[in-house]
């Protein structure tokens, strides 16, 4: 899978940036095996800053990384503002996560926040993979992040970000 290059779009006629979503590096100082540093490249799909669309027409629509059509969402561009901080943050701190399946039945990913509430939280989805870089351990792939309601009653079995990253490596 090749790392998603994400280059400014313009939808109604306002030009939109999107540098903030270009792959970043988060290291874990000793957390490799035999104590060196573990090196996890985050990326993100377009979904965190698109949402599903029927077809070809219409105002900024394009084709996701599986060649789905996706419209540009401005609420979801929003968001994915401090989606990179986010990232570093639940890898850094060891925010929770859960196992979660799409609709295509892969196992997935969702993350909330450092101590999740029950109410309307930012959710990120990903999946972690070896890296077969140089110098990348881990790749975290972000599918999608958007607002939602979340139930943590709901949630099942825990684990940290922290050890998903580990127990891929």
Partial sequence: MSVVVHKPLVSGGILYSLHHLQP?????PAAARDAADLVTRVSFH??????????PSGGAVFEDEAGRWREFCPARHTLSQTLPRHCQDMIASAYPTWPSRDRNNINNMAVCDAQPET????????????SPAKGVHVKLIVKSAYSTHFDSARTGKRMTVRQVIKKCH
């Avoid at 377009?46 to 077809?55: D, K």
């Fill in 46 to 55: 377009s979904h965190v800053y698109s949402q599903s669309h029927p077809g």
């Fill in 119 to 130: 109410g309307e939280r930012y959710v990120i989805f990903y999946e972690v993979v070896p």
């Fill in 24 to 28: 970043l590096r988060v290291t874990l």
